[in-house]
């Protein structure tokens, strides 16, 4: 890929920054969204978990996504393999509109422990997956560590996760050369410069380990990526990791940042059989059909 092209998404996520930074903005902490409205057979609270698919799954949508546009294709294609699926809005910061995902992500992951309990009451289960896309992915680790997730959370299935932070291609590394610029990012999309690497949030979120007992954990990538970089900083350390490079599964796979998580079908059967890995088949570049 040309060097031009791949610096098109980390561009366009700091023209959103930017954006966001213009809009005023006070407290940066959000309230707990309602759950979004049932979309095409999820978010439905009257979804009884199979003996099949005894746990409900739990979407967790990226930076500047929504409980809805992020999962337009990856919550259908659970449905129609049985599971119950729900999806959230988190990270709404006030006076900001239409994106989310923008808020601390310590304030984030409350809220996503706040709707975890509101789906297992619903199912009447003890614990429930979750399938989140790039800070969607990383985010869950908090409450998983620090909220008490641990307990209620069966797997942790990462696509294109900024586990360890981003650079952005190199991009975040400028930001050192504008006096005042992290200090603005902080205070205007903390969400944001939380995902840089190095940030005391990350810091603290990965000090000890990367996951925690009880738990199973999957990692998906694609080399492509160039909004999470270096893409093998998505991966993780620990004894129940799995993690997977997409092209090492379909070596035509082109899926970037963007892709991976919205309409990559060798990405989707990955998720399939980290949710239910009994029955798991290998992934070729044939299981876009599946």
């Excluded at 970089?229 to 998505?234: E, L, M, V």
Aim: proline share 7%.
């Amino acid at each position: 890929m040309l060097p031009w092209k791949r610096l098109l998404r980390p561009l366009a996520a700091l023209l959103l920054t930017v954006a966001a930074v213009l809009v005023p903005v006070t407290t940066a902490g959000a309230a707990a969204a309602e759950p979004a409205a049932s979309h095409q057979g999820w978010n439905d609270y009257s979804c009884e978990p199979s003996a099949a698919h005894p746990r409900p799954v739990v979407l967790v949508h990226g930076t500047f996504g929504n409980s809805v546009d992020n999962w337009l294709a990856l919550a259908p294609y659970l449905v129609n393999r049985g599971y119950c699926v729900f999806s959230l809005d988190y990270g709404q910061l006030p006076g900001v509109p239409l994106f989310h995902g923008l808020a601390p992500i310590a304030d984030s992951a409350g809220q996503l422990q706040v709707f975890v309990d509101r789906v297992l009451t619903a199912t009447g289960t003890a614990k429930a997956d979750l399938v989140g896309h790039s800070q969607g992915g990383m985010m869950p680790r908090y409450y998983l560590k620090f909220l008490g997730g641990a307990a209620k959370v069966n797997s942790l299935v990462g696509i294109a996760p900024d586990n360890h932070g981003t650079t952005l291609n190199g991009l975040a590394n400028l930001l050192p050369y504008f006096p005042g610029a992290e200090d603005l990012l902080s205070l205007a999309v903390p969400g944001v410069a939380d995902q840089l690497a190095g940030s005391a949030f990350l810091t603290k979120l990965n000090a000890g380990g990367d996951t925690v007992p009880g738990v199973h954990y999957t990692v998906i990538a694609t080399q492509y990526d160039e909004v999470v970089t270096p893409y093998r900083s998505q991966f993780l350390s620990g004894s129940d990791v799995h993690n997977v490079l997409v092209q090492t599964l379909c070596p035509v796979d082109l899926s970037e940042h963007l892709a991976i998580g919205l309409t990559d079908r060798i990405a989707f059967h990955e998720v399939a059989n980290a949710l239910d890995p009994a029955h798991a088949t290998a992934t070729t570049c044939t299981s876009v059909f599946d």
